[in-house]
T-cell receptor, first 116, second 114 residues
Framework: DTGVSQDPRHKITKRGQNVTFRCDPISEHNRLYWYRQTLGQGPEFLTY????????KSRLLSDRFSAERPKGSFSTLEIQRTEQGDSAMYLC??????????????FGDGTRLSIL | AQTVTQSQPEMSVQEAETVTLSCTYD???????LFWYKQPPSRQMILVIRQEAYKQQNATENRFSVNFQKAAKSFSLKISDSQLGDAAMYFCAYRSGGNEKLTFGTGTRLTIIP
């Protein structure tokens, strides 16, 4: 399977714990995006990388959230001191940086986070 | 800030019939792109169709077409010959020309009636 891969698919944790999610983009894609989707809503942009550089961060990404893409390949999203409001589906997407118009973002299956 | 509005939380259509999903957006920019994404239950979100704002011609992809009304800031999706596999959440999304992030609407759940 050469699609975007996210791990784990589901994560259940207690409030106050730290969690880390991983995203493996499509191999030739140099752009990687994180979105958050709560029940009944569309995805909300969190951050994006071009290669290893984090080029944009949403105000939604509080100090408790950190994302990395150290070698320009896979990315991790860490949430520290989780809160009830962090319960959501976390989606990763990747794309190339083509020169003709916006390249489509390819999404993974997401990681569903449940905070007890 | 740009906003995307989908005013139809749910829609249903008889199999083989045509259905139109509505989307409006608000922006002051002239360079932007619009997208329709499909999210089947418990499956990945996939791109259905996209439209460049500078193009007057409406985009078409097989049974999917859009009605892009730039002055009205409207971007509706028409699905012809609806099939059972079209059942999904459909999200309208906006992307500024100078920005990578997608801004999504709240989605429309489409049900296909056999």
């Amino acid at each position: 399977d050469t699609g975007v891969s996210q791990d784990p698919r589901h994560k259940i944790t207690k409030r106050g714990q730290n969690v880390t999610f991983r995203c493996d983009p499509i191999s030739e894609h140099n752009r990687l995006y994180w979105y958050r989707q709560t029940l009944g809503q569309g995805p909300e942009f969190l951050t994006y990388f071009q290669n290893e550089a984090q080029l944009e961060k949403s105000r939604l990404l509080s100090d408790r959230f950190s994302a990395e893409r150290p070698k320009g390949s896979f990315s991790t999203l860490e949430i520290q001191r989780t809160e009830q409001g962090d319960s959501a589906m976390y989606l990763c997407a990747s794309s190339t940086s083509g020169t003709v118009g916006p390249q489509p973002q390819h999404f993974g299956d997401g990681t569903r986070l449940s905070i007890l | 800030a740009q906003t995307v509005t989908q005013s139809q939380p749910e829609m249903s259509v008889q199999e083989a019939e045509t259905v139109t999903l509505s989307c409006t957006y608000d922006t002051s920019e002239s360079d932007y792109y619009l997208f329709w994404y499909k999210q089947p239950p418990s499956r990945q979100m996939i791109l259905v169709i996209r439209q460049e704002a500078y193009k007057q011609q409406n985009a078409t992809e097989n049974r999917f077409s859009v009605n892009f009304q730039k002055a009205a800031k409207s971007f509706s999706l028409k699905i012809s010959d609806s099939q059972l596999g079209d059942a999904a959440m459909y999200f309208c999304a906006y992307r500024s020309g100078g920005n990578e992030k997608l801004t999504f609407g709240t989605g429309t759940r489409l049900t296909i009636i056999p």
